[in-house]
T-cell receptor, first 111, second 111 residues
Framework: DAGVTQSPTHLIKTRGQQVTLRCSPKSGHDTVSWYQQALGQGPQFIFQYYEEEERQRGNFPDRFSGHQFPNYSSELNVNALLLGDSALYLC??????????FGPGTRLTVL | GQQLNQSPQSMFIQEGEDVSMNCTSSSIFNTWLWYKQDPGEGPVLLIALYKAGELTSNGRLTAQFGITRKDSFLNISASIPSDVGIYFCAGQLNNFNKFYFGSGTKLNVKP
């Protein structure tokens, strides 16, 4: 039974570029949440997807957008990258509002 | 957004010692979770708590959902070197809502 998987593992971009991160949920899970974790801090909620729609959103600008596919996998897109977007991006899957299980994360570096 | 105050920020203990850490909030939570994160990896779920007063164990780990529903505690007994890592608490206000994370407790264990 595969857990939550994320790709890529690491990514380096320059300011102004756009990035897409991918997440496959744990088998049997239908809900995907995305978090941003800056160095030395706890994860900060970006948004949550359920039934291919954004259900909840944290305090992140519209440059952060997402998508959920019929197979429950999800993408996080960030436009017009800023230096401050450098962080570990974590995907967590759950069955509805149940306990969330995290993937290994994607380390994004913006130069 | 919600603030979770997690303490202590860091701990240096001797192998074999017991450890206690806690998380407090100004809001009432329906669910408390405790995660452990190793460097460069995603958080791994340790214990989930769903009822006020609930006391749950996972091996040498024991966590409690505070009676006021505004706090939670995690205890680790007889610490070992592999307990080293950052421990995060996370709280959920109500079903279908996002999880808020504390800033973490960094645990160091001296052999």
């Amino acid at each position: 039974d595969a857990g939550v998987t994320q790709s890529p593992t690491h990514l380096i971009k320059t300011r102004g570029q756009q990035v897409t991160l991918r997440c496959s949920p744990k088998s049997g899970h239908d809900t995907v949440s995305w978090y941003q974790q800056a160095l030395g801090q706890g994860p900060q909620f970006i948004f949550q997807y359920y039934e291919e729609e954004e259900r909840q959103r944290g305090n992140f600008p519209d440059r952060f957008s997402g998508h959920q596919f019929p197979n429950y996998s999800s993408e996080l897109n960030v436009n017009a990258l800023l230096l401050g977007d450098s962080a570990l991006y974590l995907c967590a899957s759950s069955l509805g509002a149940d306990t969330q299980y995290f993937g290994p994360g994607t380390r994004l570096t913006v130069l | 957004g919600q603030q979770l105050n997690q303490s202590p920020q860091s701990m240096f203990i001797q192998e074999g010692e017991d450890v206690s850490m806690n998380c407090t909030s100004s809001s009432i939570f329906n669910t408390w979770l405790w995660y452990k994160q190793d460097p460069g990896e995603g958080p791994v779920l340790l214990i989930a708590l769903y009822k006020a007063g609930e006391l749950t164990s996972n091996g040498r780990l024991t966590a409690q959902f505070g009676i006021t529903r505004k706090d939670s505690f995690l205890n680790i007994s007889a610490s070992i070197p592999s307990d080293v890592g950052i421990y995060f608490c996370a709280g959920q206000l109500n079903n279908f809502n996002k999880f808020y994370f504390g800033s973490g407790t960094k645990l160091n264990v001296k052999p």
